[in-house]
């Protein structure tokens, strides 16, 4: 089955710990997106990525970091320096033009204790 | 700044009526245009994408798109009860990203 991999579904931290969410697609998409959505909120996009090795801010990326070292991997590290980091985080990709639809993965539920 | 607006809701439309959502966006010259569906608790899904001036249809679903008034609707027809989520809007305003709408949630009344 094609489709975009997100885990742990739900994740507990503590403050001042970082955590790494996961992000996989088997779809062979050039670009995958990290977004943060708060209850009653649109979506916010952290980070960005049109192919392998490179990667751009998005509105809100102050305490994220990415990588992208394989076309089918985008992990999320959220760090210490994010204020206010519990939300539901999600997982996008898409073929990398510009009309082109953006897939969501079932994305990752983190709260911090 | 690119903007996408949507009415927040909710919106509460009778079982079988049709039911109609409204975005407009900032930048005339914007090329694409999506509206997902998002059930509590999950991710966006696709519902409808449109990317030129007219009516769009998928089954229940029309997309509208009005570029010269700078907006894009979805109407559902025959509305059912698993009708009901929240509908985002996203415009892709030619710069690699979509840009979300905060959503409208919709209930469908039985």
């Known amino acids: 089955d094609g489709g975009i991999t997100q885990s742990p579904k739900y994740l507990f931290r503590k403050e001042g710990q970082n955590v790494t969410l996961s992000c996989e697609q088997n779809?062979?998409?050039?670009?995958m997106y990290w977004y943060r959505q708060d209850p009653g909120q649109g979506l916010r996009l952290i980070y960005y990525?049109?192919?392998?090795?490179?990667?751009q801010k998005g509105d809100i990326a102050e305490g994220y970091s990415v990588s992208r070292e394989k076309k089918e991997s985008f992990p999320l590290t959220v760090t210490s320096a994010q204020k206010n980091p519990t939300a539901f985080y999600l997982c996008?990709?898409?073929?990398?033009?510009?009309?082109?639809?953006?897939?969501f993965g079932p994305g990752t539920r983190l709260t911090v204790l | 700044q690119k903007e996408v607006e949507q009415n927040s809701g909710p919106l509460s439309v009778p079982e079988g009526a049709i039911a109609s959502l409204n975005c407009t966006y900032s930048?005339?010259?914007?090329?694409?245009f999506f509206w997902y569906r998002q059930y509590s608790g999950k991710s966006p899904e696709l519902i409808m994408s449109i990317y030129s001036n007219g009516d769009k249809e998928d089954g229940r679903f029309t997309a509208q798109l009005n570029k010269a008034s700078q907006y894009v609707s979805l109407l559902i027809r025959d509305s059912q009860p698993s009708d009901s989520a929240t509908y985002l809007c996203a415009v892709n305003f030619g710069n690699e990203k979509l840009t979300f709408g905060t959503g409208t949630r919709l209930t469908i009344i039985p």
């Open positions: 779809l062979n998409h050039d670009a």
């Open positions: 996008a990709s898409s073929s990398g033009t510009r009309t082109d639809t953006q897939y």
């Open positions: 990525s049109q192919i392998v090795n490179d990667f």
């Open positions: 930048d005339r010259g914007s090329q694409s």
